[in-house]
C-alpha cells in the first residue's frame, strides 16, 4: 500500500521474517484464498478459511543504514482464530504495509468488511 520510499526493500522484507518466527499471510489468487503459513520448516498452505471480525495493525521498527529507527505497520485480519497478514506482491516484505498504525487498521477493516459482503452474498 504505503511504502516508506527511503527504507531499503531488501532490509524490510528481511526484518519482516527474521524477526517474526512464522509468518502467516492471506492469499487470495484465482478467486482462491488460502493462508500461507511461512516458517523455517517451509510454507504450509491452509485453504479452509472462516474470517473473523477482528483486526489490529502489528508494528516493526527497524533500523536503516544509517542507523535510524523507522516503524512499518501491518494490517492484520482474524482468520480461522488467528491474526494474518495480508499478502501483496507489490510491497518488499510481501505483505501489505502502511505508514501509520491509523491507515493499517483502516485497510485492515475495509478489506475484512468485504470478504464478509462477499462471504453473505453466495
Known amino acids: 500500500m ?3 520510499p527511503e527504507m531499503d ?3 524490510l522484507s528481511h526484518a519482516i521474517y527474521e524477526k517474526l518466527s512464522v509468518v502467516k ?8 484464498e488460502k493462508v500461507e503459513i511461512i516458517s523455517d520448516q517451509g510454507i504450509k498452505e491452509v ?6 471480525h477482528r483486526t489490529r495493525a502489528k ?8 542507523g535510524k529507527s523507522v516503524q512499518h505497520w501491518f494490517p492484520q485480519v482474524e482468520v480461522n482464530g488467528c491474526f494474518i497478514f495480508i ?3 507489490e510491497s518488499a516484505g510481501g505483505v501489505v504495509e502502511c505508514t ?3 491507515l493499517a487498521l483502516k485497510y485492515a477493516r475495509r ?6 459482503r462477499h462471504a453473505g452474498a453466495k
Do not use: M
Request: some cysteine; overall charge negative; aromatic content about 8%.
Open 9 to 11: 526493500d531488501n532490509l
Open 59 to 66: 508494528c516493526l521498527t527497524i533500523e536503516d543504514e544509517s
Open 2 to 4: 504505503n511504502s516508506i
Open 25 to 32: 499471510r492471506l492469499s487470495c489468487e484465482d478467486d482462491e
Open 100 to 102: 501509520s498504525r491509523y
Open 47 to 52: 485453504r479452509d478459511i472462516a474470517y473473523g
Open 87 to 89: 499478502k501483496d506482491k
Open 111 to 116: 478489506y475484512l468488511a468485504k470478504k464478509h
